[in-house]
């Protein structure tokens, strides 16, 4: 991977961190029960904090694209995954606030992220770790290395929730 290839790889997967840290934050306080409620929160704040590591390993350097250029929703099965997940809004969005305030299913969103969403998104981390390229260098490698153990960190404080509520992808 060449120096643009990576920095656009890198923008891809900053992007999708942003839009779950938002789409998530959205839906946090509406999910039942209080246990998806606590788990989403957390889980929106590890990816902001993801977003933030990724934002410093993008180029500054005149005559290559910026964060801002950088930071694009991928499309594939990634994409498609996080917009079936955490679609733009679970309901109408108005001055800030739902108008409905919709409840969301906390289970139904748990599961779909912990087994359907994460794995894909972890999938992208591993396949940068495995295959780095003359632009990796060993911040942008630990940098990554400590964003997949956060990500599989809360994807399985998910999975423990799931288990003990007894959720599925079957029963939900």
């Keep these: 991977m060449n120096l643009q290839e990576a920095s656009s790889y890198l923008g891809a997967v900053r992007a999708v961190e942003l839009a779950c840290f938002r789409r998530l934050g959205e839906r946090a306080r509406w999910l039942e ?9 957390s889980a929106s704040l590890a990816h902001a904090w993801r977003a933030t590591e990724l934002e410093g390993l993008l180029p500054v350097s005149v005559g290559l694209p910026g964060p801002y250029e950088l930071t694009v929703l991928p499309g594939g099965v ?3 995954e ?14 800030g606030e739902f108008r409905d305030s919709p409840t969301v299913s906390g289970p139904r ?15 992208e981390y591993a396949r940068h770790l495995e295959s780095p390229g003359p632009a990796s260098d060993g911040p942008m490698l630990r940098c990554m290395g400590r964003a997949a153990a956060d990500l599989e960190a ?6 423990a929730l799931c288990i003990r509520h007894g959720w599925s992808a079957t029963t939900r």
């Design 109 to 123: 969103l748990v599961v779909d992220l912990v087994e359907r969403l994460y794995p894909l998104l972890a999938g």
């Design 154 to 159: 809360i994807r399985a404080d998910g999975a």
């Design 82 to 95: 996080l917009a079936r997940a955490l679609p733009e809004a679970p309901g109408e969005l108005v001055g």
């Design 33 to 41: 029960p209080a246990s998806c409620v606590r788990w989403a929160a």
């Design 78 to 80: 990634l994409g498609d």
